[in-house]
């Protein structure tokens, strides 16, 4: 019996001994693989196919963007409207991205329902027609959103720096232009939806409270597709860096507000040995409300209401970024700082108290991230579709739990020097 009279004994949580729940893998009679994780007390359920129709692999701009979109927005048999209200009529939900290299069509419903809803998830994958009027329309909102959107500085802050850093014909750097929405064609999007849907490449995760049968019902409905048939395109891009690295850019000339981004590249991705130590060193830096960027910027000078530094989720190559809003009259000022920081940790020694608070705050995130299906499987998707397995997770824990000091300045020396990043002021 649990005495409440009694506090808790308080456990710090790199005393965790944190375990990542074995994810369930098993082929349908396609070679498509499918990951489970088992888990949950709710009868709910998620069914996310994946492919690799990501804009890495698009020959004309906002192609794979658009045609995954329009998934939709009509079949052979169903309107938009009616394919919405199928999935509504179940309480479920039916949601489509598209990323870098891959995009997703993932389904939310009620264990129950699947029987229901993965026929109809089916159609949206293999019967999509791609209406003119429906293709109209979305060229319509989309030009109009991105009108609003080019007025606010952060917008256009993080388009460009992108672009400086990867080049405007790179992936990662490329971005839209009202133009490319008026050059789309129908047609373009049946070929790439052919290509990279219907006989695509593509793997499916489920997670949350299975059913028993839930690999038969995946290889009911998607095992006699023809995906997987031949190999990932193995497609490079060229990345072509900006020579100016100092940009100041007025895009309101009555704005209040300048949006800044500094940022380096960073090699490879989380296969690079300084990778997980990096990690540290940024959470240190400016990677939560407790950090460096933080108390100084936010708390101490007043120039924002927060700065955050991040190494970019990118499967390729990939960079570490520093991301804030802040009057324009105190943008300089808050690079300054920014720099500051950097310098400080390239030459003084992290004390002990700090670096344990922020293994707390990381071993606690990890934590936090283990909470429920859903989350443990997106977890394991990451590391599915970087080429990674557990051990990335269990060499992450030991990197938090024995990191030196030592190491995260010799980092710091090695990463954070102003001449390396660029700089980028958009008001």
């Known amino acids: 019996m649990l005495n409440r009279q009694e506090a808790p004994e308080i456990v710090d949580a790199v005393e965790f001994n944190l375990q990542l729940k074995q994810v369930e893998k098993f082929t349908l009679d396609n070679n498509v693989p499918v990951y489970a994780i088992n888990a949950g007390a709710q009868d709910v359920v998620v069914v996310e196919l994946v492919f690799y129709a990501g804009n890495w692999y698009e020959e004309k701009n906002i192609v794979a963007a658009t045609t995954n979109f329009m998934l939709k927005n009509g079949t052979k048999s169903k309107t938009a409207f009616s394919i919405n209200e199928h999935f509504d009529f179940y309480g479920a939900y039916l949601n489509r991205h598209c990323y870098n290299e891959t995009s997703t069509l993932t389904l939310h419903t009620l264990s129950k329902h699947l029987p229901k809803l993965l026929p109809v998830m089916n159609e949206v994958l293999t019967d999509s027609i791609f209406p003119d009027d429906e293709l109209a329309l979305y060229k319509q909102n989309q030009k109009q959103r991105l009108e609003v959107n080019l007025k606010k500085c952060d917008f256009v802050a993080n388009r460009l720096i992108d672009e400086y850093l990867f080049g405007i014909d790179h992936p990662y750097g490329k971005y839209t232009s009202p133009a490319d929405y008026d050059a789309l064609q129908r047609e ?113 000078k007043g120039y924002t209401y927060g700065i955050h530094s991040y190494i970019q989720n990118h499967i390729h190559d990939t960079a570490w970024l520093i991301s804030t809003e802040a009057g324009k009259d105190v943008c300089q000022a808050t690079i300054d700082e920014t720099y500051k920081e950097m310098d400080i940790l390239r030459n003084e020694i992290i004390d002990e108290e700090e670096l344990d608070l922020v293994r707390n705050f990381m071993m606690g995130s990890l934590l936090g991230d283990l909470d429920g299906p859903f989350q443990i499987m997106t977890r394991w998707k990451n590391y599915i579709l970087n080429g990674l397995d557990d051990q990335f997770f269990y060499s992450a824990i030991n990197t938090i739990k024995t990191v030196s000091a030592e190491e995260l300045q010799y980092l710091a020396k090695k990463y954070l020097n102003p001449s390396e990043f660029y700089e980028l002021v958009v008001i």
């Open 188 to 300: 373009e999007l049946v070929k790439f939806h052919q290509d990279f849907y219907t006989k695509g490449n593509c793997m499916i995760f489920v997670a949350g409270k299975l059913p028993i049968d839930i690999q038969q019902q995946l290889n009911n409905v998607f095992g006699s597709l023809p995906l997987n048939q031949t190999p990932i395109n193995n497609i490079t891009h060229h990345i072509a860096p900006a020579e100016i690295k100092k940009q100041h850019i007025i895009n309101d000339e009555n704005g209040v507000q300048g949006a800044i981004r500094i940022a380096r590249p960073f090699p490879n991705n989380r296969h690079h040995p300084d990778f997980q130590k990096a990690s540290v060193l940024n959470n240190i830096f400016g990677g939560f409300f407790g950090s460096r960027l933080m108390s100084n910027i936010r708390e101490d």
